[in-house]
């Protein structure tokens, strides 16, 4: 049998497994419930909600609240101090996995174990391949993936504490598997100091540059962040690959390793031509000028990440941008089975076998603003989504999570077989608020998409965006971070005043009812725009990193609660701009 009828097959197998999964999406979902029940009812936390001792589906949904993550907390901390993990649930906790949410400041803690962290190996793995599918040929070749660890902790109970990608980097499975067709050693990838680590494996992407047949990264943050750095270090980079010779800098004894057997000799022909490549005035494609076999770029372009999608088109010069899977620290929710659709368009089918889900209503107005009213007490099951609703997911899973509220909001866009399709429409908590408005992150997004046409005809991007509620001032206002470039040059553009004041207009005018009457009546004052020099954005990254977040996991905050995060920004700043719209 030859390589071409192998992967055929391979790929026939994962169809065929999708299929089974999705048409069987109501029996798998019972199964499911029912070996959690089985599993953990005698739970300390579970059992209060059996007296009677009978734990079926219907007690459950009868007597199990659904909760938050604060809920549980007392549980977690108690098992992160020794207490036996079967207060919470069956089965022996190998580690805890860390979320990018965090509860009063501290990261939440979410319990693993083995068989559970075996399961959602799987997830990835399937949406790698529906993608490669779609792409003749890319089941050959290297992929460029940047992916970055960081360091983990321990409780006092000495369970580890660590993101789940860096659990997962550390696997057999992974070293064995996906690592072996990666340009980045696992040395590298395993390297706790990012800039090492960074350097080092945009170096090897660019020694292997002529295999490299796709790009990626967990989330699409990280990609402007390691073109950027790119563009700070080129000219070192092509000066390792001129002479062979490995930075001095870069002191970590395992890439240096990996390195020496890769950077094996001077190689002048390609540092000049990287060097060519990279002195272009226009970065515009660089993606596919320096890695010119690259198929698609994958990492998760929707929700927040939707911010870097004009980024990623420009420096991708026209490479497809495919949003694999949607999941979370909690639980795998599902994969985009349609990889070639367009960035905005993306929907995660879900995946009936991997949790017990369950959906709250959400409400929406025509505006499609979220409002405050949800059925909370009524949350359907995942066969019962209708068509073109939006839910807020809440997950049962076998790793002591009942009833389990993610905060994500999810638009229902269809079905594949009897499995609903979303669409991720926002993070339900992350709302500006001023007195009775509340803009969510999807308001907000909306608008700045309309105000940055406005932008685009004059060859200026708006790369990255960020917001804070003022309310120091009475009346407050809302602030805009808007980090502006040349499309084509990291200059900063020559800022317009009436330009600017329109982009406030256009905001203003995209907000919903409540907005407009606050702001009629004077209880909130004209919109902010500070415009922050290229890099800054990129320096809030730092600052969120070192605060103990992970440059994997990052993801941009759409509004700012700290007021650190707040002053960093407005060191970058170079203009301020008011809305001098009236709502009369
Ligand atoms: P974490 O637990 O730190 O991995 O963060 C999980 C959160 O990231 C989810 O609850 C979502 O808010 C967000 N997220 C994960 N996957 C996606 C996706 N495909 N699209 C949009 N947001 C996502």
Redesign the pocket.
Known sequence: MDGGTDIKEIYENVMNILEDLTSNAHKLQEQVLEEILKSNAGTEYLSRFFPNGQADKQSFKTNVPIITYEDIKPYIDRIANGETPSILLAYRITQF?????TSGGQP?L?PMTAESFEKRMYEPLLADLVIKRCFNGSDEGKSLYLYFIKPEMETPSGLVVS???TFYFKTKSFKTGLAKFCTSPIEAILCSDTKQSMFCQLLTGLLQRDEVVRMGS??ASVLPRSIKFLDDYWKELCSNIRTGYLSDWITDAGCRNALSLILTRPNPEMADLIQQICEDKSWEGIIKKLWPKIKYISS???????QYIPLLEFYGGGIPLV????????AC?GI?LKPLSKPFD?S?TFLPNTAYFEFLPVNKDGGGKAQETRTIDKPVDLVNVKLDQYYE?VVTTLTGLYRYR???VLKVTGFYNKSPQFQ?V??QNVVLSIDLDKTTEEDLSKAIMKAKLVLEPLGIMLTTYSSYADTSLIPGRYVLFWELKMKGRDDLPKLDAEIMEQCCCIVEESFDFTYKSLRKGGVISGLELRVVKHGTFDQLMDFYVSKGA?IT?Y?PPSCLKSKEAVKMLNSGMVGKFFSSKTMF
């Open positions: 996995i860390q979320s990018t949410g939440k979410i993101l789940y990608t967990s989330f998760i372009c929707t929700g927040s990440m939707s949003s694999p899977n949607y999941s979370s620290s909690e929710f985009n993306v995660y997911v993610i905060g994500d991720f926002e993070r992970s996991q993801k």
